[in-house]
């Protein structure tokens, strides 16, 4: 089982809509967790942290549920500029190894 | 500005060449990583450096070297060993007491 895995998608979403991906990673001792947004032949950019009581910024959500070991990005209101592939990072020792997940790609349609 | 910086943006080489691919980071980052990311793929981990003079190998590490003499410098020479070098390559650098990772961005390497 990979440590970090994804839904790669795509996940095809109408403007205005909303749409929501999980994050699933197996290693219980995972300490802090991120999602990067990568536009196409770009560098991946730091979208948010995900903090253990969950957290809010502007029309995006995620969560963090350690029981079941995932975390969840919700995109509310969905923009066409929202239209990438959403990396989740999870931190997996104590400061060096950064683990990606594979990245699930999000298409915003008019 | 302080960031992180990839040359060249775009690498060609020919096959049984080895070549140095530069990432300078004038952020004081402790920790700096090398990831490959192939067409519709995600980023694997390469090598990744958490001080001067100390790298780690990451999951797809054979095929590829690294040094860190300076905390500001981390280049990755992908040798003549590695059997598909062709993808594009990420560096990024964290401080020790931040968790996020910022990028550079980025070198395409196409072997011809």
């Known amino acids: 089982r990979k440590e970090v895995e994804q839904d790669p998608g795509p996940f095809n979403v109408p403007e205005g809509a909303t749409v929501a991906f999980n994050c699933t990673y197996s290693n219980s001792a995972s300490q802090s967790f991120f999602w990067y947004r990568q536009d196409c032949r770009k560098e991946p950019k730091l979208l948010m942290s995900?903090?253990?009581s969950g957290n809010e910024d502007g029309r995006f959500t995620a969560q963090l549920n350690r029981a079941s070991q995932y975390i969840s990005l919700l995109i509310r209101d969905s923009k066409l500029s929202d239209s990438a592939t959403y990396l989740c990072?999870?931190?997996?020792?104590?400061?060096?190894?950064?683990?990606f997940g594979a990245g699930t790609q999000v298409v915003v349609t008019p | 500005d302080g960031g992180i910086t990839q040359s060249p943006k775009y690498l060609f080489r020919k096959e049984g060449q080895n070549v140095t691919l530069s990432c300078e980071q004038n952020?004081?980052?402790?920790?700096m990583y090398w990831y490959r990311q192939d067409p519709g793929q995600g980023l694997r981990l390469i090598y990744y450096?958490?001080?001067?003079?100390?790298?780690q190998k990451g999951d797809i590490a054979e095929g590829y070297s690294v040094s860190r003499e300076k905390k500001e410098s981390f280049p990755l020479t992908v040798t003549s060993a590695q059997k598909n070098p062709t993808a594009f390559y990420l560096c990024a650098s964290r401080p020790r007491t931040n968790a996020e990772a910022f990028f550079g961005q980025g070198t395409r390497l196409t072997v011809v």
């Open positions: 952020l004081n980052h402790d920790a």
């Open positions: 995900v903090y253990s």
């Open positions: 450096s958490q001080i001067v003079n100390d790298f």
């Open positions: 990072i999870v931190k997996t020792d104590s400061w060096g190894k950064f683990q």
